[in-house]
């Protein structure tokens, strides 16, 4: 697993950035994340269950302020992590990117497919997309 040089230290661990790769890799072993938007020109954070297909999240909203964030073509961003506080590891992606919404029939299927817990396509609601134009991460690495 790939790993930049640049560490930054607290005393118990390192905070070593991971590449793209490996932010993709953790990306795809959750399915919890919070997308970040303005609402109000004040930042929201929203917890979605999502699915990775290739380099986009994808999640669903029933609407609301995510859905007209992500609709607008707005540039949002996406977060994952997993900390273990009691010693002191884990990692955090954050993902940047112009959502949209999917309204492909055939996309949609196939997203359907990918999930981990089903989407009943009767629900209400709207399938957002958002490319990872940016993608970063850093590792919480103990002594």
């Avoid at 930049?4 to 795809?28: H, K, N, P, Q, Y």
């Avoid at 900390?83 to 993902?95: K, P, R, Y």
């Avoid at 940047?96 to 997203?111: H, K, M, N, P």
Wanted: overall charge negative.
């Amino acid at each position: 697993m790939p790993e930049s040089s640049t560490a930054v230290s607290d005393g118990r661990a390192d905070l070593v950035e991971i590449d793209r790769a490996e932010c993709l890799r953790l990306l795809a072993t959750a399915d919890l994340g919070r997308v970040i938007y303005t609402e109000g020109a004040m930042p929201a954070a929203h917890p979605v269950t999502y699915v990775l297909d290739g380099e986009e999240i994808v999640f669903r909203s029933a609407g609301g302020p995510t859905l007209v964030a992500a609709t607008r073509g707005a540039v949002v961003a996406f977060q994952v992590d997993r900390i273990d506080a009691e010693d002191h590891t884990g990692w955090s992606v954050l993902g940047i990117g112009q959502a949209y919404e999917v309204t492909d029939r055939s996309r949609l299927s196939a997203l359907v497919r990918l999930l981990h817990s089903p989407w009943p396509p009767s629900r209400g609601g709207h399938t957002i997309s958002m490319p990872l134009a940016r993608l970063t991460g850093r590792r919480l690495v103990a002594h």
